[in-house]
Each structure stands twice: as C-alpha cells, then as structure tokens.
C-alpha cells in the first residue's frame, strides 16, 4: 500500500472513533462509485445523514524534501477542489436516491493531523459544509 493510502486509511479510522465518541451511529464506510467515493457515512443524534470526507496528514510523510508537512499543510482540507466537490455530490445525491433517503443530510470534512512517532493525532471537524463550485 502506497504511503499516502496507509495515511489516509489511517486518518479515516482516528476519524470514525472520534465521530462514534460524539455519538454518531457509523453507517457505512467507504461507498464507491466509478465516479467518486464518500469516506464515512454516520448518523447523527437527530437521525440525519452525515456524509464525511476525511483529510489527513502525517508529520513524517516527506513533502518536497522535506519531513515536516505540518507547516506546509496547514489545512488539508482545502485540497477539496472543485472537481472533487462535484464527485461528492454526484456520489452523495447516488447514495441518497439508492438507499431511498429523504429529508435532511449534511457534508462535513474532518482533517486528522497524524504524529505517527508518538501515535497521536489531533482533530478538526468541519460541519455542514455547502458543496457548491
């Protein structure tokens, strides 16, 4: 497994116990269409959809030479660009249709932030983020 797939598979399990811990009810992870993927689908406490996408880094993962992406990444999230935008709300509205889901849903991104040497990782959960382009 590439490095950066070992990361990410990384990230979406920190990122699964942390949403659990708040008391998500876990749904499904990793729902895949030919055209675009939703890492983590749970429920909230009100019952509702969340469709999440993880973002992760790693401390030690070399970026341009260098060892330390902390400085160069400050916010993974905004490696989110407009196609991808556009893929997750195709898959998104696909899995909504296919599991027959109406009413409420919400999109949100959580950036994990690995410190693989000491086994810590901290957290930030972005919520009800708008997918437009």
């Not at 950066?4 to 399990?13: L, R």
Request: cysteine-free; hydrophobic content about 40%.
């Amino acid at each position: 497994m590439a490095r950066h797939n070992e990361v990410g598979k990384i990230g979406e399990g920190i990122a699964k116990e942390f949403l659990m811990g708040k008391g998500f009810i876990f749904v499904s992870a990793n729902y895949r269409k030919p055209y675009g993927e939703i890492d983590l689908i749970f429920k909230d406490i009100s019952n509702k959809y969340v469709f999440i996408e993880v973002k992760s880094v790693s401390w030690e993962t070399p970026t341009t030479g260098n060892p330390s992406v902390s400085h160069e990444i400050p916010h993974p999230e905004e490696n989110i660009h407009p196609q991808k935008i556009q893929r997750l709300k195709r898959v998104i509205q696909t899995y909504l249709v296919s599991h027959e889901i109406v009413g409420d849903w919400q999109f949100d991104v959580i950036a994990v932030f690995l410190d693989q040497k000491n086994k810590t990782a901290k957290i930030r959960h972005l919520k009800n983020i708008i997918l437009e382009t």
